[in-house]
C-alpha cells in the first residue's frame, strides 16, 4: 500500500494508567476499544497495550505502559488531538469526559478556545473538540 490517504495512521503515546486513559477515551469521549491486553495478565506480554478509536475511522490511538521500564508521558501546550464535531461541542460531552479523568483548560493558542473546546487527559495530552469542520485545507 502507497503511503497516500488510504494509509491507516497509528497514534501511539505512553500512559501512566491504562485503565484511566480508557475511562477517558472510552467512557468519556465514545470511543471504542479495538484491542488491548494486559502485560499483567498475559504471559509473554511486556507491554500493557489500548487501542482505541473509531471503527471505520482511518486512525487509531494507541496508548501503550511497560510494567518495570515506564515512560512518562511528556506533552506540551502544542501536541493536540483534535476532533471537528461540525457542531457546537455539548456541554454533557465535557462534563462527560470530566467525571472520566479529563479537565477543562484553556488552550495555548487561543484559535482553539473560539472554536472549540480543550481537554487535558489523565495523561496530560490535550483534546480538542473543535465546533468546525475539517475542510482538508
Same mark, same amino acid.
Given at each position: 500500500? &502507497? ?13 501512566? +494508567?491504562?485503565?484511566?486513559? *480508557? ?11 479495538? $484491542?488491548?491486553?494486559?502485560?499483567? #495478565?498475559?504471559?509473554?506480554?511486556? #507491554? @500493557?497495550?489500548?487501542?482505541?478509536? /473509531? &471503527?471505520?475511522?482511518? /486512525? =487509531?490511538?494507541?496508548?501503550?505502559? =511497560? %510494567?518495570?521500564?515506564?515512560?512518562? %508521558?511528556? !506533552?506540551?501546550?502544542? +501536541?493536540?488531538?483534535?476532533? $471537528?464535531? *461540525?457542531? %457546537?461541542? !455539548?456541554?454533557?460531552?465535557? *462534563? ?13 493558542? !487561543? $484559535? /482553539? +478556545? ?7 487527559? &489523565?495523561?496530560? $495530552? ?6 468546525? @469542520? /475539517?475542510?482538508?485545507?
Amino acid at each position: 500500500m &502507497p503511503a497516500d490517504a488510504t494509509a491507516h495512521i497509528r497514534i501511539a503515546r505512553p500512559t501512566k +494508567d491504562v485503565r484511566a486513559a *480508557e475511562r477517558f477515551w472510552v467512557l468519556g469521549l465514545g470511543l471504542d476499544v479495538l $484491542y488491548q491486553h494486559d502485560a499483567d #495478565h498475559v504471559a509473554g506480554r511486556l #507491554h @500493557s497495550l489500548l487501542m482505541i478509536g /473509531w &471503527p471505520r475511522a482511518g /486512525w =487509531h490511538l494507541e496508548l501503550a505502559r =511497560h %510494567p518495570t521500564e515506564p515512560v512518562e %508521558p511528556r !506533552p506540551t501546550a502544542e +501536541d493536540l488531538l483534535v476532533v $471537528y464535531l *461540525e457542531e %457546537p461541542v !455539548p456541554d454533557a460531552l465535557v *462534563e462527560r469526559l470530566a467525571q472520566h479523568g479529563g479537565e477543562r483548560v484553556p488552550a495555548l493558542n !487561543p $484559535y /482553539w +478556545d473560539t472554536w472549540g473546546v480543550t481537554v487535558r487527559d &489523565p495523561d496530560g $495530552y490535550l483534546l480538542v473538540l473543535c465546533t468546525r @469542520s /475539517w475542510g482538508g485545507s
